[in-house]
Nanobody, 131 residues
């Protein structure tokens, strides 16, 4: 029974950086498929980045080259390094995870890693504000 807790959100000026973390309870990050989604003001939840159980990652076009998703197996955390932040990045960032028992390589095998339906555990979110 996995619970996810995000941290690291805050307010920064355009061009600044933030590092978000997600800590799962009841599981280790290594073999989980995990992702970050965000909900921007007056918009639907959207995919940001994913990393599968084999370590392959993928990004939305809007954040490619600026954001990096990674797992820290020693600390058992999922991280999202966000650089070159823009006002349009403002929103609530939400951590998601799934055991992905039957498709550890969700990203590398071309699975629907960008779909919220692939993840059955969700955090409460952490607010990011860029001005």
């Amino acid at each position: 029974h996995v619970q996810l807790v995000e941290s690291g959100g805050g307010s920064v000026q355009a061009g600044g950086s933030l590092r978000l973390s997600c800590v799962p309870s009841g599981s280790t990050v290594r073999n989980l498929c995990m992702a970050w989604f965000r909900r921007r003001p007056e918009k639907e939840r959207e995919f940001v980045a994913a990393i599968d159980g084999l370590g392959s990652s993928a990004y939305s076009d809007s954040v490619k080259g600026r954001f990096t998703i990674s797992k820290d197996n020693d600390k058992n955390t999922l991280d999202l390094q966000m650089n070159g932040l823009k006002p349009e990045d403002t929103g609530t960032y939400i951590c998601a995870a799934d055991p992905c028992t039957f498709l550890r390589g969700l990203v590398s095998r071309g699975g629907r890693y960008y779909s919220p339906f692939e993840y059955n555990h969700w955090g409460q979110g952490t607010q990011v504000t860029v001005s």
